[in-house]
C-alpha cells in the first residue's frame, strides 16, 4: 500500500487538532492511521480511496474536535471570555450603575454571553461551552451574593433574585446544549 497520501492526510488532520491535548492528539493520529489501513484492507482498496471516503482533514478534525474538546489552555481562555462577559451582564455589581451602564446594555451582553456560548460550542466543542457556560453562571452567581450582601436595590425583591438565578443556570444548559453531538465516522 501507498502511504505518503495517508501521509500528508493525517498530518493535514493533526495540524488541525492542535488544541486537543498532545497525547489525544496523537492518539487520534494513531486512531485514525488504523482505521484507513484496517478499511483499505478489508475492502481491497487503496489507502487514498478510503481518505476520498473519510472527507477532507478539516471536516475529519471537526469530527475529532467535536468528539473529544480542546484541551484545558483553550478551555480556561475560553471561559475566561465567558466570564467577562458574564459580569459585564450585571449592572449592579462591584460599580456605579453609571459605570457598567443600563439594563439594556446588560442585557445585550447576556444576549452576546449566550451567542458566544453558541459558536463556543459549534466551533470549539461542547466541553469548552459547557465550562465557559458554568464559569459564566458563578460570576453571575458570585455577583448576585454580593449585590445581596450590598444590598443592591434590584436584589431585594425576590422576583429579581429568582429571574437572575434562573438567568445563571440557564446559561449552563445553553453551554451545555450549544455543541451539535457528532460521532467520528467508523
Known sequence: MNEAPLDRYLSQVSRRL??????????????LRSHILSQAEGEGTDVEAVIDKMGSPKETARSYVQLYGYGTGMKVLVALAAAVLAF???????????????AA???TTLILLIVFLIVVG??????????????A?????????IGFLQA???LTEGAAILAYAVTSVVLIFVGYLAAPRKAVAA
Open 18 to 31: 492542535m488544541g486537543l491535548s498532545p497525547k489525544l492528539r496523537e492518539d487520534v493520529i494513531l486512531e
Open 88 to 102: 459585564l451582564t450585571l449592572p449592579f455589581a462591584l460599580a456605579s450603575p453609571a459605570f457598567l451602564g443600563t
Open 122 to 135: 459549534a466551533r470549539i466543542g461542547a466541553g469548552s461551552a459547557l465550562v465557559a457556560g458554568a464559569a
Open 152 to 154: 443592591v436595590p434590584t
Open 105 to 107: 446594555l446588560s442585557s
Open 137 to 145: 453562571s458563578a460570576v453571575r452567581f458570585l455577583a448576585l451574593g
